[in-house]
């Protein structure tokens, strides 16, 4: 599952485009490298799997009393309006303060009728949703309330609740505190995230197939981990002694009154006809129901009332049905870890156990986000103001970021609407101050080129570091460019407000830096996504330029060879002495199959990030083709020393050379994004 905290492609689904589409572009960045000009990053130019994002929608703020006629009045003036614009079908709001449901309203359709009958109009106490990762509160809320009764301790090796090995590289524990905050150290999947299909998934077998490799060391890298959650729920499992579906039934729908909502996948029959439908745009045939392949990390189905029964147990109201005690409760909403593992990071809103730090107007306010590749939600808690709100829509829309600025539109109209900030709420910390001199000094070693720590090391989608890496670059009078700014899909201006501690320019974004010396070790924002120093080897100029060359000039070379057999045979030519014809044949076999591995592996980064998932046999022909032309080089060497030997002029010896330094170029990329690694499990 993703979570709506991250917008960037690698991290959250774009609309689905054609496979040759994307392919152009590919095509289009090598281009770009090969004539030499600067590679923009993912984020500042339109690509196919990228458009521009939407411009962001507004909603008005001012003094309000928050009760129902206030809230329908600005909910009817902003969504029915914005859901046409975005291409969304329909959505359901929920509201709740001081302990009573203050509205539920749905807008659109959740059948558009696309696909014969009737259009059926979202019924906002009926129709159900797929919240995706806000189905992650829900885990933790059943690790929180194991450990209120003293069966599980949060700070204990999950080896000893578990009957599966957990992956593994550091010897520091992996703790439930570390799923809770994504900082068990696992690297990202994105295979069999998401599926279709009538076969229930087995929690246990989803985690011990193919896991992911542990990357960071525990507690200290921040790394948004649909794997470190299903393996919370699997400890709820093991230890409670029932299906994680049937746990939750018992222990958090039942006590709120829950009667609509599941973590069972497909549905059970009696909810089966109030499923929402879930589309691309409101324009589109209806997808199929999707099946989360981690579970429970965003496997809920759920109504707005029972979201908003929800939470208000979260907000411990009476008569809600106690879920945690107040003690608990406010163990669970508090920043989980310190500096004595994040060191710097901790000065950056940190996650709780469960739940993002998304406060604002200086007001706390806890939430989490979600998103399938067809419904996107969020759910935000004002713990003190005793409010909550829950947003979610059925559809992406025109593009992969329409839900975005919609949602914003939603929840922050909200904050700013009904908890406006006062000055004191958004200026810096209270005698803390950068001066400009110190300011510029953190700026330039702060400047560079960053990649997302939730990602894939171990195999093929490494090179997804290259494709959507985050650029600061320092400005003169000592604040930071940032493209794509944090969570966003446009470029942001921070500035330092404290040592270390950037915040939005006209915004209340705020991340946090962790040097050692004058070398900057991580960046984090929204408590679970860090950014970490880019290798240099692995910038966007350098590999582009590699690839762009060699794809270049081994394709020239493909072309080159069957033109010049032909012209001889015309003319009655040979070969010069000394060309080896075993050695000439092989290394054409290897300029070609290098080739086709590169285009293969453009088509499969592109299918995978739109969850269509590849079969292994696909991926080890695709390896095979790359092993073929590393091996290459040999024969495609022997080539060179032949023809400098012999003399066949400057022509001759420089095109094979060319053709050796391109399969070399080619075997460097494999080996360095990790293209013939033993594992393609992704």
Same mark, same amino acid.
């Given at each position: 599952?993703? =979570?709506?905290?991250?917008?960037?492609?690698?991290?959250?689904?774009?609309?689905?485009?054609?496979?040759?589409?994307?392919?152009?572009?590919?095509?289009?960045?090598?281009?770009?490298?090969?004539?030499?000009?600067?590679?923009?990053?993912?984020?500042?130019?339109?690509?196919?799997?990228?458009?521009?994002?939407?411009?962001?929608?507004?909603?008005?703020?001012?003094?309000?009393?928050?009760?129902?006629?206030?809230?329908?009045?600005?909910?009817?003036?902003?969504?029915?309006?914005?859901?046409?614009?975005?291409?969304?079908?329909?959505?359901?709001?929920?509201?709740?303060?001081?302990?009573?449901?203050?509205?539920?309203? /749905?807008?659109?359709?959740?059948?558009?009728?696309?696909?014969?009958?009737? #259009?059926?109009?979202?019924?906002?106490?009926?129709?159900?949703?797929?919240?995706? =990762?806000?189905?992650?509160? !829900?885990?933790?809320?059943?690790?929180?309330?194991?450990?209120?009764?003293?069966?599980?301790?949060?700070?204990?090796?999950?080896?000893?609740?578990?009957?599966?090995?957990?992956?593994? +590289?550091?010897?520091?524990?992996?703790?439930?505190?570390?799923?809770?905050?994504?900082?068990?150290?696992?690297?990202?999947?994105?295979?069999?995230?998401?599926?279709? /299909?009538?076969?229930?998934?087995?929690?246990?077998d989803a985690l011990a197939e193919d896991p992911p490799e542990q990357v960071y060391e525990p507690g200290t890298v921040p790394?948004?981990?649909?794997?470190?959650?299903?393996?919370?729920?699997?400890?709820?499992?093991?230890?409670?002694?029932?299906?994680?579906?049937?746990?939750?039934?018992? %222990?958090?729908?039942?006590?709120?009154?829950?009667?609509? =909502?599941?973590?069972?996948?497909?549905?059970?029959?009696?909810?089966?006809?109030?499923?929402?439908?879930?589309?691309?745009?409101?324009?589109?045939?209806?997808?199929? !129901?999707?099946?989360?392949?981690?579970?429970?990390? @965003?496997?809920?189905?759920?109504?707005?009332?029972?979201?908003?029964?929800?939470?208000?147990?979260?907000?411990?109201?009476?008569?809600?049905?106690?879920?945690?005690?107040?003690?608990?409760?406010?163990?669970?909403?508090?920043?989980?870890?310190?500096?004595?593992?994040?060191?710097?990071?901790?000065?950056?809103?940190?996650?709780?156990?469960?739940? !993002?730090?998304? =406060?604002? %107007?200086?007001?706390?306010?806890?939430?989490?986000?979600?998103?399938?590749?067809?419904?996107?939600?969020?759910?935000?808690?004002?713990?003190?103001?005793?409010?909550?709100?829950?947003?979610?829509? %059925?559809? &992406?829309?025109?593009?992969?970021?329409?839900?975005?600025?919609?949602?914003?539109?939603?929840?922050?109209?909200?904050?700013?609407?009904?908890?406006? #900030?006062?000055?004191?709420?958004?200026?810096?910390?209270?005698?803390?101050?950068?001066?400009?001199?110190?300011?510029?000094?953190?700026?330039?070693?702060?400047?560079? &080129?960053?990649? &997302?720590?939730?990602?894939?090391?171990? %195999?093929?989608?490494?090179?997804?570091?290259?494709?959507?890496?985050?650029?600061?670059?320092?400005?003169?009078?000592?604040?930071?460019?940032?493209?794509?700014?944090?969570?966003? #899909?446009?470029?942001?201006?921070?500035?330092?407000?404290?040592?270390?501690?950037?915040?939005?320019?006209?915004?209340?974004?705020?991340?946090?830096? +962790?040097?050692?010396?004058?070398?900057?070790?991580?960046i984090v924002y929204e408590g679970a996504f860090t950014l970490l120093p880019g290798q240099p080897e692995r910038a966007q100029?350098?590999?582009?330029?590699?690839?762009?060359?060699?794809?270049?000039?081994?394709?020239?070379?493909?072309?080159?060879?069957?033109?010049?057999?032909?012209?001889?045979?015309?003319?009655?030519?040979?070969?010069?002495? @000394?060309?080896? +014809?075993?050695?000439?044949?092989?290394?054409?076999?290897?300029?070609?199959?290098?080739?086709?591995a590169l285009a293969g592996w453009a088509i499969t980064v592109t299918t995978v990030m739109s969850l269509q998932d590849i079969?292994?046999?696909?991926?080890?022909?695709?390896?095979?083709?790359?092993?073929?032309?590393?091996?290459?080089?040999?024969?495609?060497?022997?080539?060179?020393?032949?023809?400098?030997?012999?003399?066949?002029?400057?022509?001759?010896?420089?095109?094979?050379?060319?053709?050796?330094?391109?399969?070399?170029?080619?075997?460097?990329?494999?080996?360095? !994004?990790?293209?013939?690694?033993?594992?393609?499990?992704?």
């Amino acid at each position: 599952m993703f =979570s709506s905290h991250d917008h960037t492609p690698t991290e959250r689904p774009a609309r689905r485009r054609p496979r040759a589409l994307a392919a152009l572009a590919v095509l289009g960045a090598l281009a770009v490298a090969v004539a030499g000009a600067p590679a923009a990053t993912a984020a500042a130019l339109p690509t196919a799997d990228q458009p521009t994002p939407p411009p962001p929608v507004t909603a008005p703020a001012g003094e309000h009393t928050l009760e129902q006629s206030d809230v329908d009045a600005w909910l009817d003036g902003l969504l029915p309006a914005s859901l046409e614009s975005a291409g969304i079908a329909g959505a359901v709001v929920t509201v709740v303060h001081d302990g009573e449901v203050v509205t539920t309203r /749905g807008y659109g359709h959740s059948d558009t009728g696309t696909t014969g009958g009737e #259009a059926v109009p979202v019924d906002a106490e009926q129709t159900l949703f797929r919240p995706g =990762s806000v189905s992650k509160l !829900f885990t933790a809320t059943a690790v929180m309330q194991l450990v209120e009764s003293g069966d599980l301790d949060l700070d204990t090796d999950v080896a000893e609740y578990l009957d599966l090995d957990v992956p593994r +590289r550091f010897d520091e524990p992996i703790s439930l505190r570390n799923l809770l905050t994504h900082t068990a150290g696992f690297e990202e999947r994105v295979g069999g995230l998401i599926g279709f /299909g009538d076969q229930p998934v087995v929690l246990r077998d989803a985690l011990a197939e193919d896991p992911p490799e542990q990357v960071y060391e525990p507690g200290t890298v921040p790394a948004y981990s649909n794997y470190g959650n299903a393996l919370a729920g699997y400890v709820v499992e093991r230890v409670s002694g029932v299906p994680f579906e049937e746990y939750v039934e018992r %222990n958090i729908f039942e006590p709120t009154g829950m009667t609509s =909502s599941t973590f069972v996948q497909p549905l059970p029959s009696a909810l089966q006809d109030r499923m929402s439908q879930g589309y691309a745009t409101s324009w589109d045939a209806p997808g199929q !129901f999707e099946v989360v392949g981690a579970p429970p990390a @965003g496997s809920l189905t759920s109504s707005a009332p029972d979201m908003a029964r929800f939470m208000l147990a979260q907000l411990g109201e009476p008569g809600a049905g106690s879920l945690l005690e107040p003690d608990t409760l406010d163990l669970m909403h508090a920043p989980a870890l310190d500096e004595s593992t994040l060191g710097g990071l901790a000065a950056a809103p940190r996650m709780t156990l469960g739940f !993002f730090d998304e =406060s604002r %107007n200086g007001h706390r306010i806890i939430g989490h986000g979600g998103d399938t590749q067809f419904f996107h939600s969020h759910l935000q808690l004002y713990p003190e103001e005793r409010t909550g709100i829950f947003v979610s829509l %059925n559809s &992406s829309g025109t593009d992969g970021y329409a839900t975005v600025p919609l949602r914003e539109a939603v929840l922050q109209g909200f904050t700013d609407r009904y908890f406006p #900030a006062d000055d004191a709420a958004v200026t810096p910390v209270p005698g803390v101050t950068v001066d400009q001199d110190t300011a510029r000094e953190h700026a330039a070693i702060a400047e560079g &080129s960053y990649v &997302s720590s939730r990602g894939v090391q171990s %195999n093929f989608l490494a090179t997804l570091d290259v494709l959507s890496p985050t650029r600061f670059t320092a400005t003169e009078d000592g604040r930071l460019l940032i493209t794509p700014g944090p969570g966003s #899909a446009t470029p942001a201006l921070y500035e330092e407000v404290e040592p270390w501690v950037w915040r939005e320019v006209d915004g209340q974004r705020t991340l946090a830096v +962790r040097v050692a010396g004058d070398q900057v070790q991580a960046i984090v924002y929204e408590g679970a996504f860090t950014l970490l120093p880019g290798q240099p080897e692995r910038a966007q100029g350098v590999v582009l330029s590699v690839l762009g060359a060699s794809a270049l000039i081994l394709l020239v070379a493909a072309v080159a060879w069957p033109v010049g057999a032909i012209r001889r045979r015309v003319r009655k030519e040979s070969l010069p002495p @000394g060309t080896g +014809r075993v050695s000439r044949i092989l290394t054409k076999i290897a300029a070609v199959c290098a080739v086709l591995a590169l285009a293969g592996w453009a088509i499969t980064v592109t299918t995978v990030m739109s969850l269509q998932d590849i079969p292994e046999a696909s991926l080890r022909q695709l390896q095979a083709a790359q092993a073929v032309g590393v091996l290459g080089i040999v024969p495609a060497v022997l080539q060179v020393v032949g023809a400098a030997r012999h003399r066949h002029g400057w022509r001759r010896i420089v095109g094979t050379a060319l053709v050796a330094l391109a399969l070399v170029g080619v075997a460097w990329l494999a080996l360095e !994004f990790r293209l013939l690694a033993p594992s393609v499990s992704y």
